[in-house]
């Protein structure tokens, strides 16, 4: 029989986890998101507004039926999928802060150093080199070969062109 | 298709530069088909911000070598193994595995390059033929038309999709919902921005694609983590290679019957809108299976069940071509990301995509064709050497792929806060897939919903505001017509799934109750 690592992967949506909390908690926000977005479009003037008030109504509809559906078969037990996906979540999130913070030549060795040791518990040496071929192959591919220049982060400009100083525009 | 069209992409496709970008693309497709875990749609999306600044002709060779290849990649693992690299290739399992267990390994993989390459082929010949006849139709489409053709082909996919119509339509909304953020030409002013800056052009198309669909799917494999494939060695017979190879190339060629068969069937489940993953080899096979004279032999090693499944899974691409070039509704999923990169490339998907970008489609077309005869000599020559890199664990491939996904998003703007917008997205993708919500319905509509509204006001202003411009036409009523037949055909089977699951679900109880008792 095959095990998780051995499924490959799909769009089609895993079978677990459909009737658990965390769906009803998911379902409900995305009522709540149509639900909003319903009210935005009926502010806007007749044109701006239209399509999104039909396709929000009919989607707010088909989310009240998907809700009442689940009530009606109940739920599962599905805590234990979310806390091993919460982990890998931590670690994604964490990069992307520190590609934003430090900048790519600084996030791109940590990250991969420390991922490849924590999660893939590989030795010491072998976390240093795989990240130093990893890093020279991903700096040699953008900067080299398609001429961008790495973002070098938000923080205060510590070594000019490679660490801080980067300016990010308004959000 | 015009002939000149045809020779100019050829003269074009000869040159070194297109040359080089073609292996380029077959080897991408190559190596995302072979690791499962990593699909085309996951290859596909991790190469969009690189083609971005490419040539559209160039770009459209690497999509079609992800897209054409990555069946014959995935059915190298599924043989050797018994692990699909790709879902499609689930079926490759049934008798490629065993012919490889009982040493001849090397035949089922020389049969595997031969029919994808047949497979391929024969598809895109059946496109070229029925494309004229649609180029006609293509011509009495005008706004309204093509309005209901993204209608249905959005309530197509959510109906197709396999949890059930009710989550497809409502990804398919929230498709939209996504689309309609930003700038909009038709009334000149913004929506769903909150006042942002960053929001004023739009949720980024390709940040986007690449974190829905490539880093959601890292998450979760960083989640499960363990190895690609099964510890377990891979062992192809050394000593009458040649000879095995060889073998497997004649039954291909010996059985024209199977193949033709096989491609058709394949041919036209690709013309179907969304439908992917293993319906066409799967249909492929029962049929062989039903009119095999060998039938019961089926799943112990047959090679006709390998040849069924593998050249409908490539004949498939040639059929998801057609809907997809002609009237803008992905054959499959990855036809779907096709389509956006078209968006991203400047160029609308749609029925006019065929009038005024022949080039570009005939570069498709011509592409997927010669991907695939570059990766089966590639197969053909190092099988075995490719398939070792199935034995590769999870975790040292995701810190370089999520860099490649951050750093190309990044290159696109040189804006960090897409990052942000990656990241979001992936997490989106991985909750949505995690509770029963089809992605494909999500991203066609976030790349057709600009597209749907802009024809929805095109009509009304072509009628002067008379709703009546929507079913004025036989083209509009037939697809209106098709859509409902759609929605109550998913219905049906939605109500079907709900009474078989509360018949199990009493007939459990009343089990309980017995054991009880």
Request: proline fraction near 5%.
């Amino acid at each position: 029989m095959k095990t998780d690592s051995q499924m490959p992967a799909t769009d089609e949506p895993a079978p677990a986890a459909k009737n658990g909390p965390g769906g009803l908690v998911f379902d409900l926000l995305a009522t709540a998101i149509f639900a909003a977005a319903l009210v935005t479009s009926l502010q806007y003037n007749r044109l701006q507004g239209l399509v999104p008030t039909i396709f929000c109504s009919i989607t707010l509809v088909l989310m009240i039926a998907i809700v009442v559906s689940r009530f009606a078969r109940g739920p599962e037990d599905d805590v234990a999928e979310d806390v091993v996906a919460g982990r890998a979540g931590v670690w994604f999130v964490c990069y992307a802060a520190a590609i934003i913070g430090v900048g790519f030549y600084v996030a791109i060795p940590v990250f991969t150093f420390l991922y490849l040791r924590q999660e893939a518990q590989l030795k010491y040496w072998q976390a240093l080199l795989f990240t130093a071929g990893a890093s020279i192959l991903l700096y040699g591919a953008f900067v080299k070969i398609l001429y961008v220049h790495p973002w070098v982060g938000l923080v205060p400009e510590l070594v000019a062109g490679y660490i801080g100083g980067g300016i990010a525009p308004p959000l | 298709m015009p002939i000149d069209a045809l020779l100019h992409g050829l003269a074009t496709l000869m040159r070194p530069d297109m040359l080089l970008t073609l292996f380029v693309g077959s080897i991408v497709g190559l190596t995302f088909g072979l690791l499962p875990g990593l699909s085309a749609i996951t290859g596909m999306a991790l190469v969009l911000p690189f083609t971005f600044g490419m040539d559209p002709l160039a770009a459209m060779l690497i999509y079609a070598g992800i897209i054409s290849v990555s069946p014959l990649g995935g059915s190298l693992p599924a043989i050797l193994l018994n692990t699909p690299g790709t879902p499609q290739n689930l079926v490759s399992c049934f008798d490629g595995y065993p012919m490889a267990k009982r040493g001849e390994g090397s035949r089922a993989i020389a049969v595997t390059s031969m029919s994808c390459l047949v497979g391929t082929i024969i598809g895109v010949v059946i496109l070229l033929a029925l494309l004229p006849f649609v180029k006609m139709i293509l011509l009495k489409f005008r706004a309204p038309e093509i309005f209901w053709v993204i209608i249905f082909g959005l309530i197509a996919l959510s109906g197709i999709s396999r949890q059930g119509s009710l989550k497809g339509l409502a990804s398919g909304g929230f498709g939209l919902l996504i689309a309609s953020v930003g700038w909009n030409d038709v009334f000149a002013g913004t929506r769903f921005t909150g006042g942002s800056l960053y929001l004023w052009d739009g949720i980024p198309l390709i940040p986007f694609f690449v974190g829905l669909l490539a880093v959601s799917e890292l998450m979760a494999m960083s989640a499960r983590g363990g190895q690609i494939a099964s510890n377990v060695s891979i062992d192809i017979e050394v000593k009458g290679k040649a000879r095995q190879t060889w073998e497997g190339i004649l039954d291909v060629i010996l059985r024209p019957g199977l193949v033709a068969r096989s491609s058709l069937i394949g041919t036209f489940v690709g013309i179907v809108p969304g439908a992917g993953g293993a319906v066409a080899s799967l249909m492929s096979y029962a049929a062989a299976k039903r009119i095999s004279g060998t039938g019961n032999t089926y799943g112990t090693g047959n090679v006709e069940g390998l040849i069924a499944s593998e050249v409908s899974n490539d004949a498939k691409e040639g059929g998801a071509l057609l809907p997809t070039v002609a009237f803008g509704i992905p054959g499959s999923p990855e036809m779907a990301i096709v389509l956006g990169a078209f968006v991203m490339h400047g160029l609308q998907p749609g029925p006019l995509l065929l009038n005024e970008h022949m080039d570009v489609v005939v570069m498709l077309v011509l592409g997927v064709m010669a991907s695939q005869v570059v990766a089966s000599a590639l197969v053909l020559l190092g099988a075995t050497y490719i398939a070792h890199l199935t034995q590769i664990r999870v975790k040292l491939l995701i810190p370089v792929i999520l860099t490649l996904c951050f750093a190309g998003t990044f290159s696109i703007r040189e804006n960090p806060w897409d990052i942000i917008a990656t990241l979001g997205a992936g997490f989106l993708g991985l909750y949505m897939k995690r509770f029963g919500y089809p992605l494909m319905p999500l991203a066609i509509a976030f790349v057709l919903g600009e597209l749907l509204e802009r024809t929805f006001h095109q009509s009304l202003m072509m009628n002067f505001g008379n709703y009546s411009v929507f079913v004025s036409s036989p083209i509009s009523v037939t697809l209106i017509v098709c859509s409902l037949a759609v929605l109550a055909w998913s219905g049906a089977g939605w109500l079907k799934g709900r009474r078989s699951a509360q018949a199990e679900t009493a007939a459990e109880l009343a089990a309980e109750r017995e054991l009880m008792d």
